[in-house]
């Protein structure tokens, strides 16, 4: 996209360079020598134009795609690991903490949270989990706790024993977002849930 004013002005100059070349080769013009001066001129004075407009236009179009760059959404989003435990005695449970944030000072909107575990080849979608295409204006932070194990037995998943018995367990983090009359979809992490700690850790 760099070169494309580059590429332009070679053409257009090569298309002048072919005009002034027929105007000074073709004599049934009936050009006098001041005339074919002066088209010579003209021909290199639009030359000139060409050019200068072609890297305006781009510098235009490239001003116009940073501004609408700035004014992107962005959101963060960290899965944080905690547990209950009724009394020193009792086993922990784990608990797992999702918090996302709109770091800018830009609106999303239609912002849809893509949730999804896959467990020993078994995937389950849990983006049920969060509201779908939400509006969350800048610099507005949210969170949602769910406890895993629990959350997979109502999707008929036994991760608990799975887990345990050595089973590969990854959440895919992924977000859509309406934004310049157009879908966006970003993947943002995974994570690997490690069973002695009972959390999720960067994968």
């Known amino acids: 996209m760099r070169r494309l004013p580059v590429i332009v002005s070679i053409i257009v100059t090569l298309l002048v360079l072919a005009a002034a070349v027929l105007l000074a080769s ?15 001129i003209a021909l290199f ?47 922990r449970v784990p608990v797992s903490e999702f918090h996302y944030k709109n770091i800018t000072a830009n ?19 849990l983006s049920d989990l969060f509201p779908q295409g939400m509006v969350m204006v800048g610099l507005d ?39 310049n009359g157009r879908l966006e979809t970003l993947h943002v992490q995974k994570y690997v849930w490690d069973n002695a700690t009972l959390g999720w850790q960067i994968a």
């Open 26 to 40: 073709h004599s049934y013009l009936m050009l006098t020598d001041a005339q074919l001066v002066q088209s010579e």
């Open 45 to 91: 004075g639009l030359l000139g134009a060409a050019v200068s407009a072609t890297f305006v236009v781009y510098e235009y179009l490239q001003t116009s795609r940073a501004f609408v760059e700035s004014q992107r959404p962005q959101l963060l989003i960290q899965v944080l690991n905690g547990y209950e435990q009724a009394s020193p005695d009792a086993r």
């Open 107 to 125: 609106r999303f909107i239609n912002l849809t949270l893509h949730i999804a575990l896959d467990l020993n080849g078994t995937s389950v979608d």
């Open 141 to 179: 932070a949210r969170q949602k706790t769910f406890k895993p194990f629990q959350l997979l037995a109502e999707h008929g998943i036994a991760m608990e024993a799975a887990v345990t018995a050595g089973k590969e367990s990854i959440l895919s983090i992924s977000y859509s977002y309406s934004y």
